[in-house]
T-cell receptor, first 109, second 113 residues
Framework: GIQVEQSPPDLILQEGANSTLRCNFSDSVNNLQWFHQNPWGQLINLFYIPSGTKQNGRLSATTVATERYSLLYISSSQTTDSGVYFCAVPDNYGQNFVFGPGTRLSVLP | DGGITQSPKYLFRKEGQNVTLSCEQNLNHDAMYWYRQDPGQGLRLIYYSQIVNDFQKGDIAEGYSVSREKKESFPLTVTSAQKNPTAFYLC????????????FGQGTRLTVV
């Protein structure tokens, strides 16, 4: 089945810094989502981005489907950005979602 | 408000007991999913359902059971056959199959005591 990798696994930033998180996937997809898991465990939808670029405030995402990767940019990071960031894609049959292992972000004050 | 509601938020179970986790959605979504997350790990698929009265096993279905009698509801039963049930359980729904946007509930944290 489709494989999803994320890098880096861990990232520590000072408040105000910028960061780029990467998601690689092994097969072509027609859907990709980025989530933020907050300290209470809830998964918050960030982007639904099969291709192209989207922006939402300090966050933006780019998916290059032909090259099988997506990038999540966080600018001017805040302590509330801390948590785990997951990307997810449909499985090969489009029946459910396959998650990457996540990037754990810690933003220090 | 539209969304997905999981209950309870925290659940304690004695070894050997079955326990049922609730998941309800009012988004009129056809598809629903259950994932398990262990500490510091990613999400693994337990079961999913694309339509009422039909569901499929995911990667780690052993020791779990589900039902889908109503479109809005997809309860998960953790049976005594599940050898290591302590985990965080997340329910999700999407409008259709895997190419539509998925939304998650707040999760249920199950602890076996």
């Amino acid at each position: 089945g489709i494989q999803v990798e994320q890098s880096p696994p861990d990232l520590i930033l000072q408040e105000g810094a910028n960061s780029t998180l990467r998601c690689n996937f092994s097969d072509s997809v027609n859907n990709l989502q980025w989530f933020h898991q907050n300290p209470w465990g809830q998964l918050i939808n960030l982007f639904y981005i099969p291709s192209g670029t989207k922006q939402n405030g300090r966050l933006s995402a780019t998916t290059v489907a032909t090259e099988r990767y997506s990038l999540l940019y966080i600018s001017s990071s805040q302590t509330t950005d801390s948590g785990v960031y997951f990307c997810a894609v449909p499985d090969n049959y489009g029946q459910n979602f396959v998650f990457g292992p996540g990037t754990r972000l810690s933003v220090l004050p | 408000d539209g969304g997905i509601t999981q209950s309870p938020k925290y659940l304690f179970r004695k070894e050997g007991q079955n326990v049922t986790l609730s998941c309800e959605q009012n988004l009129n979504h056809d598809a629903m999913y259950w994932y398990r997350q262990d500490p510091g790990q990613g999400l693994r698929l337990i079961y999913y359902s694309q339509i009422v009265n039909d569901f499929q096993k995911g990667d780690i279905a052993e020791g779990y059971s589900v039902s889908r009698e109503k479109k809005e509801s997809f309860p998960l039963t953790v049976t005594s056959a599940q050898k290591n049930p302590t985990a965080f359980y997340l329910c999700a729904s999407s409008r259709g199959q895997g190419w539509t946007e998925a939304f998650f509930g707040q999760g249920t944290r199950l602890t076996v005591v």
